[in-house]
């Protein structure tokens, strides 16, 4: 049997504000609630196991703030008010408290640390982006998941994991899953 190496990719675009993101707080496309627009991971299979994940950070102008850039992404099953209801995610900067029903459509979460940042010229400093690759939290061989054939695709959310300030400029975080099936 062969195995089948996929990247998935989802962005989104963080609102142009230097308010500080608290431990536990939302990283959303917008500040308003009813227009949060969750992060969507079409899948080409229905189930697989999820290997890595890689992040880049852009600012729309200046350099990126990466000192204590420290977020989760948390992927979740598409199933009906999961992780949050249509219409109902959290928005930007706004406190996240995931419900127990959501924590059971959890496939995995991918822990982005402050001090792994790099930018464009390697250093752990403010530049033009910022780059960082993790494995699965914990667990070696991957995050395995299904998901129905008519609904093939996880949803995801960012997690601030600290206090992080950022510039005032909308920034661009793009997150490429690995998948193998």
Do not use: H
């Not at 062969?2 to 504000?17: E, K, M, W, Y």
């Not at 230097?18 to 707080?25: E, L, V």
């Not at 500040?31 to 890595?52: M, Y």
């Amino acid at each position: 049997m062969s195995i089948n190496f996929t990247q998935i990719v989802a962005s989104l675009a963080r609102p142009a504000d230097s308010t500080a993101y608290a431990t536990g707080d939302a990283i959303a496309n917008s500040g308003t609630a009813s227009a949060v627009v969750p992060l969507t991971f079409t899948l080409p299979r229905g189930e697989g196991r999820l290997t890595g994940c890689r992040a880049v950070v852009a600012p729309a102008s200046g350099n990126l703030v990466i000192t204590a850039l420290d977020f989760d992404l948390l992927l979740f099953r598409p199933e009906s008010g999961i992780p949050f209801a249509a219409g109902s995610y959290i928005a930007d900067n706004a406190q996240m408290s995931i419900s127990a029903a959501a924590l059971r459509e959890l496939v995995g979460v991918f822990s982005f640390a402050a001090g792994a940042w790099r930018n464009p010229l390697g250093a752990l400093t403010a530049g033009a982006a910022g780059w960082q690759a993790v494995a699965p939290s914990g667990r070696a061989q991957g995050y395995p998941f299904r998901v129905p054939e008519t609904s093939r695709y996880l949803l995801g959310v960012l997690q601030a994991k600290g206090s992080w300030t950022p510039t005032g400029v909308a920034n661009t975080i793009t997150l490429a899953l690995d998948m193998e099936a």
